[in-house]
């Protein structure tokens, strides 16, 4: 009997330390999800070409402690992002809000594009009435056969 | 026309050129600083408790009335070494109080490295968990804000603060704030 109390025992102890693991982490996996997708959104200001979802700077974790504590006390992430921008500004966002300091930024790659497009258009049409208008008179014709043969002659010899 | 077109290379060359020259020269510290949203608003409030009397508390109204500097530092911060020796004319001077938070640091390294390379500023509230840097917008000390006397941020100043700056731009400014 003590045998087997004690097997069953042995077979349960796993349990004990899975249990004593939830314990430990004691996290919220849905609140913890939120705070990484937004802080993914956020710039980390010491380091800032890192999101705050990736950065170990001391600053970033304190900030996604403060964004883990918002969302706690039922903050929406609207709320949170304006918090942020408050203090730190629009830099915290990656993606920048469209107003008149950042028109050029959003509108920039786009004017860039159709000045392309219009250098592109430009130079076509150029070309094209280009080639339109050499057509070669009879004697030019005859010299480029000339030529042509001629270089074909001392390609072969 | 036709015969320029290959000074077109050059030219691009000389913009980037003057682009590097314009932008490299300008002096530490104000190159990557951001600007900060809290410029002429009411420097946001708290009441910490006291560097050198840790049962006395300080808050940015007990400053009202005067214009003064906030000065973020640390003792674990590199740059604020640097500054220090700036700070420490500037307090001698006596032309503006200088208020410390100390940020994100042990009270007794703070404490003695006030102690061993002197103490300019009126008093160090302490921000222990940073809480107060960022309702600040801090993101790296040392950082010097301007507030006037009815309690306004007027400037920040992001890195070590330089001779040059006090000279062009601080005390200029704390001057004029203090005419009003």
Redesign the interface.
């Known amino acids: 009997m003590k045998h087997v109390l004690f097997a069953l025992m042995l077979c349960l102890s796993p349990l004990a330390v899975v249990a004593g693991e939830a314990q430990l982490t004691n996290k919220d996996p849905a609140l913890e999800k939120r705070v990484m997708a937004l802080s993914a959104e956020l710039r980390c200001l010491v380091c800032q070409n890192q999101s705050l979802a990736d950065s170990h700077a001391e600053l970033a974790i304190d900030l996604r402690n403060e964004v883990r504590d918002m969302m706690k006390s039922g903050k929406s992430d609207a709320e949170v992002v304006d918090y942020l921008v408050a203090r730190y500004g629009d830099f915290v966002r990656y993606r920048p809000p469209m107003n008149t300091t950042t028109a050029l930024l959003w509108f920039g790659p786009l004017i860039l594009a159709v000045i392309g497009a219009g250098v592109l258009f430009f130079n076509l049409m150029k070309r094209r009435r280009r080639v339109a208008e050499t057509a070669l008179t009879d004697e030019e014709r005859k010299r480029a056969a000339a030529l042509l043969n001629d270089g074909a002659g001392e390609t072969k010899a | 026309m036709f015969r320029l077109r290959f000074l077109l290379p050059l030219g691009v060359f000389l913009v980037v050129v003057g682009f590097f020259f314009v932008t490299l020269r300008q002096p530490e510290g104000t190159r ?1 600083a ?5 410029i002429n608003k009411a420097a946001p409030d708290f009441r910490l408790t006291q560097l050198h009397e840790p049962n006395r508390f300080f808050t940015p109204a007990d400053a009202r009335g005067k214009v003064w500097l906030l000065n973020v530092w640390a003792s674990w911060c590199v740059s604020c070494r640097q500054e220090h020796p700036v700070l420490m004319e500037l307090s001698r001077a006596g032309l503006v109080p200088i208020y410390g938070l100390n940020y ?1 640091d042990k009270r007794e390294d703070s404490a003695n490295w006030l102690a061993q390379f002197g103490n300019p500023y009126v008093l160090s509230a302490v921000d222990g ?2 809480r107060v840097g ?4 801090v ?2 000390a040392p950082e010097t804000y301007v507030i006037d006397k009815k309690g306004i941020i007027r400037y920040k100043h992001i890195g070590p603060v330089s001779v040059d700056a006090l000279q062009k731009k601080i005390l200029p400014l704390v001057q004029e704030l203090e005419k009003s």
């Open positions: 990557e951001l600007p900060s949203p809290l994100k968990d940073g960022i309702d600040y917008g993101y790296g």
